[in-house]
């Protein structure tokens, strides 16, 4: 029986999608493969955070409203960094420091990032793979009209402000997929592969940099389909709308479509957006996930098209 | 005019002395060269207790119930360290953390702990020096019959439960004293130069044990009086007096004289301990500093007994 199902994703809207399918399987049958593109050091410290989203979303401690980090965090560390006159750009919750801090020591022990990832998950009894796309660096950085910008420069201390005109991921020559990935990808007992509702310039395309992530997805037994981040000529949330205009694409499932070609077997697009020949078989849906239960229905509904696919 | 006061100190004890002197003089003429024997690494980062009590005694931020760590602390991340079954033997606060955080990162970029601690003196409006005794490693290690124990270890994690038989501190032979600490103690408008009433096995030897720094309170001009970690033959706080026993002293204010001797003018002892010839001159006083107008007290005390020594 084909039961396993993998997800490429990034923070925020893909962590809501896995955790929509985790209802929906037994999560020992569900790998996410995350982004590691926006890892970068604050402090000194390693932090990640696309992983630390999944982490928090899987185990019930994300905060909601913000979209990011910790619900019910404190503050105090960023307070006295304040006070000590240091770098507030990047806020690091008293809470959220211990993924950071514990991280990097094991880091620096030779610990890699996705043994790391496995044990964070299993202390907080996380059942399904969490797994980095690499145990290397892989840095997104973002060409602007300001000149190049490390990720998180760009999206939280510039709020993406600066006009995008291209996207490259240092590094990603020399990574190699995390243990587990391709053999994930790979898996003949795979039933779908979904390319999360995450950002595909800024979220998907360093895992797919990731040399042998591509070509395993090209080979792979299972259908790969993805979920369109546009939602009725939009995107529900971050920089996607934003980076599509400055490059010149038009805010449609067909981009989004057109982008991830040759990959894709299937796209679930939102009901919102025009039907059309996306050049794949596609579903059309709600696929804005605000409660749980609408994070359960896109699943389900992406769910019913791989196994349509097949 | 000699207005200049240096005192070596160690955490809890020697903070409330040199508090008290602060509030005697211009804070400018006022160094406090400080024990790193008991800094380690702990989760990756770089630990100064007794700086840190330091730090936040000057600034008004210590919590002055448990002795150490600050006011109003938080403790989110020690939760969150746990709940990924972290080690939690050594509690780091949240606002505790930016110390430890920040100066990890700046020692290493290369810069010195002396200039960092100078920087968060600066940074917390204390307006008297801060030096540590050395920039390099000095580490307090404790030979007792579990074997040899770092300090911490001893300290905190086995709460001074093994029987001790010497103590030794590694590194020391490679030190140099820090910037400024030799100065501050051949300084001619030196007017005393104090050892704090701090554990004078554990949080002054480590001092001494700098090259150099020895040497300088021989030749200093200004006269060397130590104040009596003993009060009626205990002590206020931490494991002086059982140290004590276990090395075979009795714990009088002459065991202390006989430990700083020669490098001694004068001893401030409490007036509950026995008056006996110390070889060298002494003034028995109230010392023990509970409230702010106590550590005044004493600091005058000491001012007092190193004026008459000149």
Same mark, same amino acid.
């Given at each position: 029986?084909?039961? =396993?199902?993998?997800?490429?994703?990034?923070?925020?809207?893909?962590? $809501?999608?896995?955790?929509?399918?985790?209802?929906?399987?037994?999560?020992?049958?569900?790998?996410?493969?995350?982004?590691?593109?926006?890892?970068?050091?604050?402090?000194?410290?390693?932090?990640?955070?696309?992983?630390?989203?999944?982490? @928090?979303?899987?185990?019930? $401690?994300?905060?909601?409203?913000?979209?990011?980090?910790?619900?019910?965090?404190?503050?105090?560390?960023? *307070? *006295?960094? #304040?006070?000590?006159?240091?770098?507030?750009?990047?806020?690091?919750?008293?809470?959220?420091?211990?993924? =950071?801090?514990?991280?990097?020591?094991?880091?620096?022990?030779?610990? %890699?990032?996705?043994?790391?990832?496995?044990?964070?998950?299993?202390?907080?009894?996380? $059942?399904?793979?969490?797994?980095?796309? %690499?145990? *290397?660096?892989? %840095?997104?950085?973002?060409?602007?009209?300001?000149?190049?910008?490390?990720? *998180? =420069? @760009?999206?939280? +201390? #510039? #709020?993406?402000? &600066?006009?995008?005109?291209? !996207?490259?991921?240092?590094?990603?020559?020399?990574?190699?997929?995390?243990?587990?990935?391709?053999?994930?990808?790979?898996?003949?007992?795979?039933?779908?592969?979904?390319?999360? &509702?995450?950002?595909? @310039?800024?979220?998907?395309?360093?895992?797919?940099?990731?040399?042998?992530?591509?070509?395993?997805?090209?080979? +792979?037994?299972?259908?790969?389909?993805?979920?369109? &981040?546009?939602?009725?000529? $939009?995107?529900?949330?971050?920089?996607? +709308?934003?980076?599509?205009?400055?490059?010149?694409? &038009?805010?449609?499932?067909?981009?989004?479509? +057109?982008?991830?070609?040759?990959?894709?077997?299937?796209?679930?697009?939102?009901?919102?957006?025009?039907?059309?020949?996306?050049?794949?078989?596609?579903?059309? /849906?709600?696929?804005?996930?605000?409660?749980?239960?609408?994070?359960?229905?896109?699943?389900?509904?992406?769910?019913?098209? /791989?196994? #349509?696919? !097949?």
């Amino acid at each position: 029986m084909k039961d =396993h199902v993998v997800v490429l994703t990034g923070g925020v809207g893909g962590a $809501k999608f896995v955790l929509g399918l985790a209802q929906l399987m037994a999560p020992s049958s569900l790998t996410a493969i995350v982004n590691v593109g926006d890892d970068f050091r604050h402090f000194g410290l390693h932090v990640s955070p696309d992983i630390d989203t999944l982490l @928090y979303t899987l185990s019930g $401690k994300a905060n909601a409203v913000q979209g990011w980090g910790r619900e019910g965090e404190s503050w105090s560390f960023m *307070q *006295q960094v #304040r006070s000590l006159g240091g770098e507030d750009w990047f806020a690091l919750g008293d809470g959220d420091l211990a993924l =950071h801090v514990l991280r990097s020591e094991r880091l620096q022990r030779g610990h %890699s990032l996705s043994r790391i990832t496995a044990d964070f998950a299993s202390g907080w009894g996380i $059942k399904l793979s969490v797994l980095p796309a %690499s145990d *290397q660096l892989v %840095s997104t950085v973002v060409e602007t009209d300001e000149g190049p910008l490390d990720f *998180q =420069h @760009y999206f939280v +201390a #510039r #709020r993406c402000e &600066p006009r995008v005109h291209a !996207v490259r991921f240092d590094g990603a020559d020399r990574a190699l997929p995390a243990p587990g990935v391709l053999e994930a990808i790979g898996n003949s007992k795979a039933r779908a592969i979904f390319i999360a &509702p995450s950002n595909p @310039y800024l979220s998907i395309d360093p895992i797919l940099a990731v040399p042998g992530i591509r070509e395993a997805l090209s080979s +792979a037994h299972a259908p790969v389909v993805a979920i369109s &981040p546009v939602v009725g000529g $939009k995107a529900v949330k971050g920089p996607t +709308a934003k980076l599509m205009m400055e490059l010149g694409l &038009p805010i449609t499932p067909a981009t989004i479509a +057109a982008h991830y070609a040759p990959l894709l077997d299937g796209l679930l697009k939102d009901e919102r957006d025009p039907d059309s020949p996306l050049g794949v078989p596609y579903v059309s /849906a709600d696929t804005l996930m605000l409660s749980l239960h609408d994070r359960i229905r896109v699943a389900s509904a992406a769910l019913d098209l /791989a196994d #349509r696919l !097949v």
